[in-house]
């Protein structure tokens, strides 16, 4: 962080589906496993190339170290090490966040990774004045909106948080926190949160994202929304404009392209592309057109963070996901892994990051999958990997 | 009819993919495309008059430092371990495959298929005879390019879980 942002840049805080999670004890075991190897090999390697003379070692520790063995001179040594980090998955629900060169701050989806993501852009601001943040909402799921109150951006009255979204996403703050509309129902006040607007002394307002034409907004008078906005008329943030598509998921779920100085970053979390064997079955015609929507949005992109959750195989409930019991999957909203690959190749996209994992796919499975991404990324030439939280990249 | 899953093991870019379109299609690609997760694909052979269902499991390649999870073993007859006679390594991936298969589920029937017959080897007859001794393991040597030994490789896969 700190140098400038030539166009825009991405930080990922959150790409666990369905729920936050934390490595197992035989998962940090793997993990601390493959990197006392990699030392090892490192050390004896060094001592190998550097201190060995036909075969045989020469020389005294204190030579290898340049001092006693302690944590100094050890930690030095260390540096010296060609050490690669083990790859990190899991971590928190989605959260995604976008600066622009601009200055704005926009956030994707409020899962439990919206907390520290509130936290960096607090920090960033400083006692700045101007304090706009726009959140652009999928869908209502738990783990898109679950770190919302969690987040201090909230409980500083500074700060204005714009929160563009559709319907039932601006539903599930409201009624819960009555942020928009401030009233909540009586029958669930309290119930799933200890928090509500009077404890929230941020300013929020909302902008319902819905297909104007075919729901006009004249009809209703709703309380929570402030204003509405077409889904398929772009938004417009200073240099960067963000394009709304419907995906197809239980919940109506948004994609988003976002573009800024020619750079495409598309969003595509919770789609399923449905795999029946009813080609006329009303999902499966709804699931073949929204996939044609993240087709156009998506090509040429730059960068695009799709949900692939599942293999086929356990889509399809050969093959459970780290358990010998396979379940079908579909209609559960979330796309394959295949699917993922074959349509950005076909789509042209640079560089592909596949997310939404399964809080049940280990470690060890995540890496080899992903090592099977790097060969298929050199294969096509373009990038392919299982996104991981804590990745930022500059567009 | 009967139904038996067997399970293509082996490093990445052995020929497992080539092996079951060989045999399945009659075709051969040169262009390399590693198998993600994994494709299952069927052929129905005879065994002592009897059809069989063959399930082949292509499983992408064991990695370097991250084999192929266990879990997807589930319910295998047997297993196909695949080398690449111009790799080495691959022995050595495809013996640590088989241990950790006896260990993780228990000992599984096999054979081996020494793939890319058709290329100049690493691997010499002798570094196979010693890895897969006589008369209980079985091995052959391969080409999913030219065909050589592909039917016979599967139609004693066949026997091997009929048995
Ligand atoms: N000449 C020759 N090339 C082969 C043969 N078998 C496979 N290949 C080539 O080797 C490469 C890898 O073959 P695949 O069948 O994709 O290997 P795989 O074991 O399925 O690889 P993963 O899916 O990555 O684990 C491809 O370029 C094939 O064309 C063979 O018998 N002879
Ligand atoms: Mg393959
Ligand atoms: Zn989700
Ligand atoms: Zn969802």
Same mark, same amino acid.
């Given at each position: 962080?700190?140098?400038?942002?030539?166009?825009?840049?991405?930080?990922? $805080? &959150?790409?666990? &589906?369905?729920?936050?999670?934390?490595?197992?004890? !035989?998962?940090?075991?793997?993990?601390?496993?493959?990197?006392?190897?990699?030392?090892?090999?490192?050390?004896?390697?060094?001592?190998?190339?550097?201190?060995?003379?036909?075969?045989?070692?020469?020389?005294?520790?204190?030579?290898?170290?340049?001092?006693?063995?302690?944590?100094?001179?050890?930690?030095?040594?260390?540096?010296?090490?060609?050490?690669?980090?083990?790859?990190?998955?899991?971590?928190?629900?989605? @959260?995604?966040?976008?600066?622009?060169?601009?200055?704005?701050?926009?956030?994707?989806? @409020?899962?439990?990774?919206?907390?520290?993501?509130? !936290?960096?852009?607090?920090?960033?601001?400083?006692?700045?004045?101007?304090?706009?943040?726009?959140?652009?909402?999928?869908?209502?799921?738990?783990?898109?909106?679950?770190?919302?109150?969690?987040?201090?951006?909230?409980?500083?009255?500074?700060?204005?948080?714009?929160?563009?979204?559709?319907?039932?996403?601006?539903?599930?703050?409201?009624?819960?926190?009555?942020?928009?509309?401030?009233?909540?129902?009586?029958?669930?006040?309290?119930?799933?949160?200890?928090?509500?607007?009077?404890?929230?002394?941020?300013?929020?307002?909302?902008?319902?994202?819905?297909?104007?034409?075919?729901?006009?907004?004249?009809?209703?008078?709703?309380?929570?929304? &402030?204003?509405?906005?077409?889904?398929?008329?772009?938004?417009?943030?200073?240099?960067?404009?963000? /394009?709304?598509?419907?995906?197809?998921?239980?919940?109506?779920?948004?994609?988003?392209?976002?573009?800024?100085?020619?750079?495409?970053?598309? $969003?595509?979390?919770?789609?399923?592309?449905?795999?029946?064997?009813?080609?006329?079955?009303?999902?499966?015609?709804?699931?073949?057109?929204?996939? /044609?929507?993240?087709? !156009?949005?998506?090509?040429?992109?730059?960068?695009?963070?799709?949900? &692939?959750?599942?293999?086929?195989?356990?889509?399809?409930?050969?093959?459970?996901?780290?358990?010998?019991?396979?379940?079908?999957?579909?209609?559960?909203?979330?796309?394959?892994?295949?699917?993922?690959?074959?349509?950005?190749?076909? @789509?042209?996209?640079?560089?592909? $990051?596949?997310?939404?994992?399964?809080?049940?796919?280990?470690?060890?499975?995540?890496?080899?999958?992903?090592?099977?991404?790097?060969?298929?990324?050199?294969?096509?030439?373009?990038?392919?990997?299982?996104?991981?939280?804590?990745?930022?990249?500059?567009? | 009819?009967?139904?038996?899953?067997?399970?293509?093991?082996?490093?990445?870019?052995?020929?497992?993919?080539?092996?079951?379109?060989?045999?399945?299609?009659?075709?051969?690609?040169?262009?390399?495309?590693?198998?993600?997760?994994?494709?299952?694909?069927?052929?129905?052979?005879?065994?002592?008059?009897?059809?069989?269902?063959?399930?082949?499991?292509?499983?992408?390649?064991?990695?370097? *430092?991250?084999?192929?999870?266990?879990?997807?073993?589930?319910?295998?007859?047997?297993?196909?371990?695949?080398?690449?006679?111009?790799?080495?390594?691959?022995?050595?991936?495809?013996?640590?495959?088989?241990?950790?298969?006896?260990?993780?589920?228990?000992?599984?029937?096999?054979?081996?298929?020494?793939?890319?017959?058709?290329?100049?080897?690493?691997?010499? *007859?002798?570094?196979?005879?010693?890895?897969?001794?006589?008369?209980?393991?079985?091995?052959?040597?391969?080409?999913?390019?030219?065909?050589?030994?592909?039917?016979?490789?599967?139609?004693?896969?066949?026997?091997?879980?009929?048995?």
């Amino acid at each position: 962080m700190g140098q400038e942002i030539e166009n825009m840049r991405i930080h990922f $805080y &959150g790409v666990q &589906g369905s729920g936050s999670i934390f490595p197992s004890k !035989e998962e940090r075991a793997a993990a601390r496993l493959q990197s006392d190897l990699q030392l090892l090999e490192q050390v004896f390697k060094r001592l190998q190339d550097e201190h060995s003379e036909d075969g045989q070692l020469k020389g005294s520790i204190r030579d290898v170290l340049g001092g006693e063995p302690e944590r100094n001179s050890l930690t030095k040594f260390r540096e010296q090490l060609e050490l690669v980090e083990p790859r990190v998955y899991g971590g928190w629900t989605t @959260c995604f966040r976008i600066e622009t060169a601009d200055d704005y701050d926009i956030v994707i989806d @409020c899962g439990s990774g919206f907390r520290i993501c509130a !936290e960096d852009i607090m920090q960033k601001w400083g006692e700045k004045e101007e304090r706009h943040l726009y959140i652009f909402g999928s869908h209502a799921h738990f783990d898109h909106t679950e770190g919302f109150d969690q987040a201090a951006i909230c409980f500083d009255p500074r700060n204005h948080i714009h929160i563009l979204a559709n319907h039932q996403y601006l539903q599930a703050l409201d009624q819960n926190l009555g942020i928009f509309s401030h009233h909540i129902d009586m029958e669930v006040g309290g119930i799933q949160t200890p928090l509500h607007y009077e404890l929230m002394p941020a300013n929020f307002d909302s902008t319902e994202i819905r297909d104007l034409e075919r729901y006009p907004a004249s009809a209703e008078d709703d309380p929570m929304v &402030g204003t509405f906005h077409h889904i398929n008329e772009p938004i417009v943030l200073g240099d960067t404009t963000i /394009q709304p598509f419907e995906v197809f998921h239980p919940d109506p779920c948004l994609g988003f392209r976002i573009e800024h100085n020619g750079k495409v970053f598309v $969003y595509c979390t919770d789609h399923e592309l449905r795999k029946g064997d009813d080609e006329d079955h009303p999902l499966q015609i709804a699931s073949r057109e929204a996939e /044609q929507r993240v087709i !156009e949005h998506a090509t040429d992109a730059d960068v695009l963070y799709r949900d &692939g959750q599942f293999l086929e195989i356990e889509y399809h409930g050969h093959q459970g996901i780290n358990s010998p019991i396979g379940v079908s999957r579909k209609d559960w909203g979330h796309s394959c892994i295949e699917d993922v690959v074959a349509m950005a190749e076909r @789509c042209r996209v640079k560089q592909t $990051y596949i997310g939404h994992h399964d809080p049940n796919r280990t470690w060890s499975e995540r890496n080899w999958i992903d090592e099977t991404l790097v060969r298929r990324s050199e294969q096509s030439g373009r990038l392919f990997e299982m996104a991981k939280a804590e990745t930022v990249i500059d567009l | 009819m009967i139904k038996k899953k067997i399970v293509m093991l082996g490093s990445w870019g052995v020929g497992k993919t080539s092996l079951v379109r060989q045999f399945v299609e009659n075709v051969f690609e040169d262009k390399y495309l590693s198998t993600l997760g994994v494709k299952v694909d069927t052929k129905q052979v005879q065994v002592d008059g009897k059809e069989i269902k063959l399930m082949l499991w292509d499983i992408a390649g064991a990695e370097d *430092n991250f084999s192929v999870p266990m879990n997807y073993l589930k319910g295998a007859a047997g297993c196909l371990l695949v080398v690449d006679g111009t790799r080495k390594e691959s022995l050595q991936t495809a013996l640590e495959l088989k241990t950790l298969v006896e260990k993780e589920i228990g000992a599984l029937p096999f054979v081996v298929a020494a793939n890319k017959s058709d290329l100049q080897w690493q691997l010499s *007859n002798a570094d196979l005879e010693d890895a897969f001794p006589k008369p209980t393991d079985r091995w052959f040597s391969t080409s999913a390019k030219t065909g050589q030994n592909v039917e016979a490789l599967f139609q004693e896969m066949a026997e091997r879980v009929n048995a």
